[in-house]
């Protein structure tokens, strides 16, 4: 089973840029795809962005398409995400997920992290 720990989070203004990292102990990092998550006050966890085994391929929601981009070193056992030009509605908990299965419904992710908060103040 693989653990893993989000940290960068924190308060930004608009406009502003964070990265976020998801380090993973435990299992073979390699073996998973990973995803980065958001779940606002009162929302539904959504996936944001996700990145193939190899790192070669990402996948990003349209809502942060442009704006975030997502890398891994497996060397590092790490998943990145930079976020550029954020926006107060980007304001959320933000979670790294994984999954050894192709695809990414939210139901073949996990474990999960405990999350890092990101608040962009307007």
């Known amino acids: 089973q693989v653990q893993l720990v989000e940290s960068g989070g924190g308060l930004v203004q608009a406009g502003g840029s964070l990265r976020l990292s998801c380090v993973a102990t435990g299992r073979t990092f390699s073996e998973y795809l990973v995803g980065w998550f958001r779940q606002a006050p009162g929302k539904e966890r959504e996936l944001l962005a996700a990145?193939?085994?190899?790192?070669?391929?990402?996948y990003y929601a349209e809502s942060v398409k442009g704006r975030f981009t997502i890398s891994r070193d497996n060397a590092k056992n790490t998943v990145y995400l930079q976020m550029d030009s954020l926006k107060p509605e980007d304001t959320a908990v933000y979670y790294c997920g994984v999954r050894l299965t192709p695809g990414l419904g939210m139901s073949g992710f996990g474990p999960w992290g405990r999350g890092t908060q990101v608040t962009v103040s307007s």
């Open positions: 990145v193939s085994r190899s790192g070669l391929v990402p």
